[in-house]
T-cell receptor, first 115, second 113 residues
Framework: ETGVTQTPRHLVMGMTNKKSLKCEQHLGHNAMYWYKQSAKKPLELMFVYSLEERVENNSVPSRFSPECPNSSHLFLHLHTLQPEDSALYLC??????????????FGPGTRLTVL | SQELEQSPQSLIVQEGKNLTINCTSSKTLYGLYWYKQKYGEGLIFLMMLQKGGEEKSHEKITAKLDEKKQQSSLHITASQPSHAGIYLCGADDSGAGSYQLTFGKGTKLSVIP
């Protein structure tokens, strides 16, 4: 499945580093999402972009900064993270319309470890 | 806010056996999604159910949404090692097709050859 790609697949960073996660979708969708998946917790929605505008921001700390330059690309900029931010970060995309068009298709994820 | 409870949390079955995973919501379900996840990887979309009583099948996997639209079940017939993974249900509870899906914690399935 190459509809949604994410890079890098694995990332180890120190608490003072700045890094970025990249997501690209090849499905012609208009909405893109960032999720965080921690051990033994449900997926947590972090950000939603529809038509390149942010429509949801679920009380995410400012050390996470999203960017959506166009409908095919989504970035998550990271700075001064904490060890508890270590998790699998998943990107997803969907059509921006209602009903079944909201089916979200996920990328393979970036496994982030903060030392 | 809506909560989804999946049961069982984990399941170990012998290859060839049938199994069922349940997803129960605290509210009416307007859209219920089933995904499969291999450990540490992304989610693979399986099926989406919207109407009460709806049933969909893909290969040996069948999903149903009950009439009252507060529970869904995923049934695998004649399980194979390739079915192993984590099964997650996700729900849109707004009725209008919102951007936010609530997910359950997942059911980990192991299939023993």
């Amino acid at each position: 499945e190459t509809g949604v790609t994410q890079t890098p697949r694995h990332l180890v960073m120190g608490m003072t580093n700045k890094k970025s996660l990249k997501c690209e979708q090849h499905l012609g969708h208009n909405a893109m999402y960032w999720y965080k998946q921690s051990a033994k917790k449900p997926l947590e929605l972090m950000f939603v972009y529809s038509l390149e505008e942010r429509v949801e921001n679920n009380s995410v700390p400012s050390r996470f900064s999203p960017e959506c330059p166009n409908s095919s690309h989504l970035f998550l900029h990271l700075h001064t993270l904490q060890p508890e931010d270590s998790a699998l970060y998943l990107c997803a995309s969907s059509q921006a319309s209602g009903g079944a068009g909201y089916t979200q298709y996920f990328g393979p994820g970036t496994r982030l470890t903060v030392l | 806010s809506q909560e989804l409870e999946q049961s069982p949390q984990s399941l170990i079955v012998q290859e060839g056996k049938n199994l069922t995973i349940n997803c129960t919501s605290s509210k009416t379900l307007y859209g219920l999604y089933w995904y499969k996840q291999k450990y540490g990887e992304g989610l693979i979309f399986l099926m989406m159910l919207q109407k009460g009583g709806e049933e969909k099948s893909h290969e040996k996997i069948t999903a149903k949404l009950d009439e009252k639209k507060q529970q869904s079940s995923l049934h695998i017939t004649a399980s194979q090692p390739s079915h192993a993974g984590i099964y997650l249900c996700g729900a849109d509870d707004s009725g209008a097709g919102s951007y936010q899906l609530t997910f359950g914690k997942g059911t980990k399935l192991s299939v023993i050859p």
